[in-house]
């Protein structure tokens, strides 16, 4: 179940399984990664220096909206091209994708190179952290020309498992890597780096004899595609703006987050550390069933197939809410043996573990904004996930930290999930209320 023709002639349920399973496996595996190189910097290199890692995280995340962006928009238009039928607008739509990422990464090399200490002071380090901070954060945006594989616009055509692969490889190559690099030459959390750049690099590497070398696909990307296309760049941003204004709240949030906790200590930010990787762990299958979901709608929504693509919808809604609540159960009951798993101060672990306990109450719910905004922007109707993205930041999880923030550590823990619940039910009712229009016979 690898290929194009069958997102439009497939069962819904086994062609949704089969996708979302891929894609979980996807972010699962870079899920293992994150967790086990955040394992080897703090057992390697000690608590302080995974929160100087941490502090890097939110210029990760700004690259990452950037690539999310032409990625999610390239994916629309390609699943939706091909749907039609269509293989040179598909072929032009990722063309794009590319031109505009690299073009971008450049840009963020150099920038984020030359101004490196003050953005790593904004975003909170001290004394203590910007050292490490700045050592890793050279590395990570050195490489930064490498860190997409667009798995995305590979699942668009329904090459689910190549697109697993662009996962599974390159973090296999960076889990070998970093024990290496950080034991074995001894090189902290520049190895940590270097590691992960290595990985990158090897997805890159197959991300570019896939779409411009490999054959047996409905298109290939010629020199020609890489050109600017004005309407080909205006839909794909528009498309995929909802993702990187998304990208965008999540690294403010998280800057919000770790200046709101540096005055309690290296010990809280630790703490946090370890929650943030954690949480990104448990919620990738709900990530991995937003993702999947992309190609089948948007297929399907080229075609017409409009009972397919409502049945993709309510299956994976269902599907979501259950994995969110498992994953809930699990960390709130396993938060101790989670915690220790990295830190072993008492301090840093007894605030971990009940970060963790608090934070997973929103892990039921938090898979269902991403879900509903994946919806439109398959649909080509980015509308309302430009709310859902704006507004759960903006007016619900900045507010919740500022204010509960007040209060100290315990505020914020209780403000991140509160947040989660709120955007949930904003974007549950966005969806309702579409499906309700939608159901209004038109006037004559």
């Known amino acids: 179940m ?55 995280a939110p210029l990760l995340l700004l690259l990452g909206a950037v690539a999310t962006t032409v990625g999610v928009g390239g994916a629309s238009v390609v699943s939706r091209a091909l749907g039609r039928r269509d293989p040179t607008s598909a072929a032009r739509a990722a063309g794009t994708a590319f031109a505009l990422y690299w073009a971008t990464a450049i840009a963020v090399t150099i920038l984020g190179l030359a101004f490196l200490t003050p953005l790593l002071q904004l975003m909170g380090a001290t004394d203590a952290t910007l050292p490490d901070a700045q050592a890793y954060g050279t590395v990570i945006i050195g490489g930064a020309i490498f860190a997409t594989g667009f798995s995305a616009i590979v699942r668009a055509e329904g090459r689910m498992l190549f697109s697993t692969m662009l996962w599974v490889v390159p973090v296999l190559v960076q889990i070998i890597l970093d024990p290496i690099l950080i034991f074995g030459f001894d090189l902290g959390v520049v190895g940590a780096g270097l590691g992960t750049i290595g990985g990158q690099a090897v997805s890159a590497s197959m991300a570019v004899w896939f779409f ?57 930010l630790a703490a946090y550390a370890v929650c943030a990787r954690v949480q990104k762990f448990v919620t990738m299958p709900q990530t991995g069933i937003a993702q999947g979901i992309q190609p089948i709608i948007g297929f399907n929504a080229g075609r017409f197939l409009d009972d397919r693509v409502e049945r993709t919808r309510v299956l994976a809604s269902r599907a979501t809410l259950i994995v969110g609540g498992i994953a809930a159960a699990v960390v709130a009951l396993g938060a101790d043996a989670l915690v ?45 996930s430009y709310g859902i993205s704006i507004g759960s930041i903006v007016a619900v999880k900045v507010p919740l930290v500022l204010l509960l923030g007040l209060l100290g550590p315990l505020g914020v823990w209780i403000a991140l999930p509160l947040g989660e619940l709120v955007s949930a039910a904003a974007a549950w009712w966005l969806l309702r209320r579409d499906r309700r229009r939608a159901s209004l016979p038109s006037e004559a």
């Not at 605030?351 to 922007?377: C, D, E, K, N, W």
């Open 2 to 56: 690898d290929a194009p023709d069958q997102l439009g002639t497939q069962p819904v349920g086994r062609l949704l399984w089969w996708a979302c399973s891929q894609t979980t496996l996807s972010v699962g595996v870079y899920g293992v990664y994150a967790l086990t190189n955040a394992w080897f910097v703090a057992r390697g290199v000690g608590a302080t220096a995974l929160a100087a890692v941490n502090l890097v």
């Open 212 to 268: 411009f070398l490999r054959r047996d696909r409905p298109y290939r990307i010629g020199l020609t595609h890489l050109r600017p296309h004005p309407a080909t760049v205006r839909e794909l941003i528009a498309i995929g703006t909802p993702s990187f204004l998304a990208g965008i709240g999540v690294t403010l949030l998280a800057v919000l987050v770790n200046a709101t906790l540096a005055a309690a200590g290296a010990a809280v």
């Open 340 to 384: 220790s798993v990295f830190l072993d101060e008492a301090d840093a672990a007894a605030s971990a573990a009940t970060a963790l306990r608090i934070i997973a109450v929103g892990i039921v719910v938090a898979g269902i904004p991403p879900l509903v905004s994946v919806y439109f922007q398959a649909l080509g109707r980015p509308a309302i």
